[in-house]
């Protein structure tokens, strides 16, 4: 089944402990990215990846890490996390870059990972 | 600057009923994708219907369509026949050329009423 799995699914943590978000796609697609969603603001991007070892900021990347060393995966790092971070996380793939060849940059998203921070 | 705007924060609908959830954008790129996404309360993202700016006809999924106005620069999505599986946020998203991010609306909280 095409997919994109985000772990944990929730997470509680205490302010200043380092934590990944893990991210994989099963679907071979070249963009992934992460959000945030917080009531009232919508989707912000953090970071995304146009391909292996190949990364930008989004609109908030500030107190977040991503790397992209296979293709499939593409963790997100909080190296010190704070409560102003408690939000919910989207990891998302498309095919394509966004506004690349139409209809190649539909992004499928990951099921939420709803963090904690205390 | 691109932006997404999504005018109706909440809407309540009779079952069975239509709905249209109105969806303006702003670009002055040629070619632009436009997306409908549902998030029930469960927290899920789905990806519902996409509109390219070069396509001539609405797209269509199911009981969704996306009502494409390209000179008014609208893309509004109308739900035929609504169940109460339908209650949601609804997103309307745009990606274009010159960008390589998704631009997203605020969106519509749609609930139905039995």
């Known amino acids: 089944e095409a997919q994109v799995t985000q772990n944990p699914r929730y997470l509680i943590t205490v302010t200043g402990k380092k934590l990944t978000v893990t991210c994989s796609q099963n679907?071979?697609?070249?963009?992934m990215s992460w959000y945030r969603q917080d009531p009232g603001l919508g989707l912000r991007q953090i970071y995304y990846?146009?391909?292996?070892?190949?990364?930008d900021k989004g609109d908030v990347p500030e107190g977040y890490k991503v790397s992209r060393k296979e293709k499939r995966n593409f963790p997100l790092i909080l190296e010190s996390p704070s409560p102003n971070q408690t939000s919910l996380y989207f990891c998302?793939?498309?095919?394509?870059?966004?506004?690349?060849?139409?209809?190649?940059?539909?992004?499928?998203f990951g099921p939420g990972t709803r963090l904690t921070v205390l | 600057a691109q932006k997404i705007t999504q005018t109706q924060p909440g809407m309540f609908v009779q079952e069975k009923e239509a709905v249209t959830l109105d969806c303006t954008y702003d670009?002055?790129?040629?070619?632009?994708?436009l997306f409908w996404y549902k998030q029930p309360s469960s927290g899920e993202m789905i990806f519902l219907i996409y509109?390219?700016?070069?396509d001539e006809q609405n797209a269509t999924e199911g009981r969704y369509s996306l009502n494409f106005q390209k000179a008014r620069k609208s893309a509004n999505l109308v739900i035929s026949a609504s169940q109460l599986g339908d209650s949601a946020m609804y997103f309307c998203?745009?990606?274009?050329?010159?960008?390589?991010?998704?631009?997203w609306g605020a969106g519509t909280k749609l609930i139905i009423k039995p």
């Open positions: 509109q390219g700016s070069y």
């Open positions: 990846s146009m391909n292996v070892e190949v990364t």
């Open positions: 679907m071979n697609h070249e963009y």
């Open positions: 998302a793939s498309s095919l394509g870059l966004a506004g690349a060849l139409v209809g190649t940059d539909t992004q499928y």
């Open positions: 998203a745009m990606s274009s050329d010159s960008n390589y991010q998704l631009i």
């Open positions: 670009t002055s790129d040629q070619s632009y994708g």
